[in-house]
């Protein structure tokens, strides 16, 4: 990859030149594969898209644009797994920036995105907290149907299974416990259980748990946000 840049930097027309060699059999063979592989395990559940976190994550997505930036093509930093709809009929080579130049997009491999957004957990859908949050809303259509409806069942699947991990947990069934929270942390929109974990933590927790206060009490236990809490 160091390579490649370098040869970035030195051609006549870099975007073209980078483009050109993402595109390359060798370094598809060798590279791609390797940052796929990577950026799978980085990824949330069973290697979802980390912009929707709902698709499976099949692209190679440059956060920042080659044609913005071609001297991040083959930055480490720069790649997001991503799928195919969010990459390449949502975003493209779209690339907001504020009125001071800086990205409006959440960096899903850098930044914690609580600060910009807020899932309402009873309907699965986003409110923005800063224009990077209207930003990435607006870009992603995070709050499509389809999507929201998912993050919906997805909340009622983590309760069901937190209820049972409580249970395994009581009974001292740690292996048991242990399944019902991989099988939290391996469903899709994975956003959604750690909307969960921080809310349960918010000054506003009982109004949001108002209809299971004994699920806000489970949340709130260590073991089980050791468990679910990604890191």
């Known amino acids: 990859m160091a390579e490649c840049t370098c040869e970035i930097v030195l ?14 059999t060798t370094v598809r063979r060798h590279v791609h594969s390797t940052l796929r592989s990577l950026l799978g395990e980085m990824a949330a559940g069973r290697e979802r898209c980390m912009y929707c976190g709902d698709n499976q994550g099949t692209d190679i997505d440059h956060f920042d644009p080659i044609d913005r930036d071609p001297m991040r093509a083959f930055d480490w ?19 907001p920036l504020d009125p001071g130049g800086k990205p409006l997009l ?5 930044e914690d995105p609580t600060p910009h957004l807020r899932l309402v957990l009873a309907v699965g859908q986003y409110h923005p907290l800063t224009p990077r949050g209207r930003a990435t809303i607006d870009l992603f259509d995070l709050n499509r149907g389809l999507l929201a409806k998912g993050r919906v069942h997805a909340y009622h699947v983590t309760k069901a299974c937190v209820a049972q991990w409580a249970t395994a947990t009581a009974k001292g069934d740690h292996d048991d416990a242990a399944h019902w929270a991989a099988v939290v942390n391996e469903q899709p929109i994975a956003d959604v259980v750690q909307a969960m974990l921080h809310q349960a933590l918010d000054p506003a927790a009982e109004i949001v748990f108002d209809d299971d206060p004994q ?17």
């Open 77 to 95: 930093t720069n790649h997001v797994l991503a799928c195919s709809l969010c990459n390449s009929h949502l975003k493209k080579a779209v690339f």
């Open 215 to 231: 699920l806000l009490l489970h949340l709130r236990e260590p073991g089980l946000r050791t468990a679910l809490l990604l890191r």
């Open 106 to 110: 959440i960096d899903p491999t850098a």
């Open 11 to 24: 051609a006549e027309k870099p975007a073209a030149r980078a483009r050109e060699l993402w595109k390359h």
